[in-house]
Antibody
Framework: EVQLVESGGGLVKPGGSLRLSCAAS????????MNWVRQAPGKGLQWVSS????????YYADSVKGRFTISRDNAKNSLFLQLNSLRAEDTAVYYC?????????WGQGTTVTVSS | DIVLTQSPGTLSLSPGERATLSCRAS???????LAWYQQKPGQAPRLLIY???TRATGIPDRFSGSGSGTDFTLTISRLEPEDFAVYYC??????????FGQGTKVEIK
């Protein structure tokens, strides 16, 4: 079964850091571009970052540029998102999603709460 | 930046009725790069339509997509109980790479 499973979310104070992970199974991660999308409580979907299959190209939303870092370990079939300098407005469910122009496979999400 | 505006914000319909959801872009969008998703409470989004009109694997044929340029439509021909959810359109571009509409909630009347 094709599956993405996120982990690493939690409660963190403003200014703190977290590292999110996304484990892929049922397909070869190295063949796909990957993305992170977030959803604040009661709000819509917001694209966060994308990474090409070979990590050659990386993209970020302006709201997270300079604070978040996307990476991948194709050998371990894993995707990562390092979140630094966290703000209250980063509170959201973070989804990893497979695809380039759209996503046909999404994880169940991991919740990040930034609060003092 | 391209902005996607979905309308209406909420659609109140009964099972068996037809639902027509609109997604309007602030600039022309390639049809190849327009997708629709369904999201139910507590769940991840599910891909319904990509390339503006191609149904994703396993999506029933009561879901159809159409449109080009700046105006796109998702139609659900006859609403089933499981179709009541929030629907998002999404485009792939340059910066930002992905843009989502704000969503349309289809609720039971």
């Amino acid at each position: 079964e094709v599956q993405l499973v996120e982990s690493g979310g939690g409660l963190v104070k403003p200014g703190g850091s977290l590292r999110l992970s996304c484990a892929a199974s049922g397909f070869t991660l190295s063949s796909y571009n990957m993305n992170w999308v977030r959803q604040a409580p009661g709000k819509g979907l917001q694209w966060v970052s994308s990474i090409r299959s070979g990590s050659t190209y990386i993209y970020y939303a302006d709201s997270v540029k300079g604070r978040f870092t996307i990476s991948r370990d194709n050998a371990k079939n894993s995707l990562f998102l390092q979140l630094n300098s966290l703000r209250a407005e980063d509170t959201a469910v973070y989804y990893c999603a497979r695809g380039t122009t759209m996503s046909d496979v999404w994880g169940q999400g991991t919740t990040v709460t930034v609060s003092s | 930046d391209i902005v996607l505006t979905q309308s209406p914000g909420t659609l109140s319909l009964s099972p068996g009725e037809r639902a027509t959801l609109s997604c309007r872009a602030s600039q022309s969008v390639s049809s190849s790069y327009l997708a629709w998703y369904q999201q139910k409470p507590g769940q991840a989004p599910r891909l319904l339509i990509y390339g503006a009109s191609t149904r994703a694997t396993g999506i029933p044929d009561r879901f159809s997509g159409s449109g080009s340029g700046t105006d796109f439509t998702l139609t659900i021909s006859r609403l089933e109980p499981e179709d009541f959810a929030v629907y998002y359109c999404q485009q792939y571009g340059s910066s930002p790479l992905w843009t989502f509409g704000q969503g349309t909630k289809v609720e039971i009347k």
